[in-house]
């Protein structure tokens, strides 16, 4: 059964930091694309980091590139977000989630979807305000 439950999330000012975590289990998890999404209260979930299988290439969306850099450790079944400079904006739910087949749209566009991602965690709420 696959399972991913993340953690990190939190209350921040803005400029501030955090970092989330991804614990995921019951997959091959080495094997496959993870991704960070967001949404917020009355929005559509939103694309925001993708990691590849082994680490070696990373995607973000433009509103964060430069601020976020997402990592994985194969070993612990893990992958990170760390969040800086972090903006004030509506709070915000974070899930990741794992891709089977999103790999090749990914390196094509860069990007994925929510239907590009077959399982997701319960998430962890994050709020940046002063």
């Known amino acids: 059964q696959v399972q991913l439950v993340e953690s990190g999330g939190g209350l921040v000012q803005p400029g501030g930091s955090l970092r989330l975590s991804c614990a995921a289990s019951?997959?091959?998890?080495?094997?496959?694309?993870i991704g960070w999404f967001r949404q917020a209260p009355g929005k559509e979930r939103e694309g925001v980091s993708w990691i590849c299988s082994d680490g070696g290439s990373t995607y973000y969306e433009d509103a964060v590139k430069g601020r976020f850099t997402i990592s994985r450790d194969n070993a612990k079944s893990t992958v990170y977000l760390q969040m800086n400079n972090l903006k004030p904006e509506a709070p915000a739910v974070y899930y990741c989630?794992?891709?089977?087949?999103?790999?090749?749209?990914?390196?094509?566009?860069?990007?994925?979807?929510?239907?590009?991602?077959?399982?997701w965690g319960q998430g962890t709420q994050v709020t940046v305000s002063s």
């Open positions: 989630s794992v891709s089977v087949l999103g790999l090749v749209k990914l390196r094509r566009v860069g990007v994925l979807s929510p239907g590009d991602c077959s399982s």
């Open positions: 019951g997959f091959k998890f080495n094997y496959y694309v």
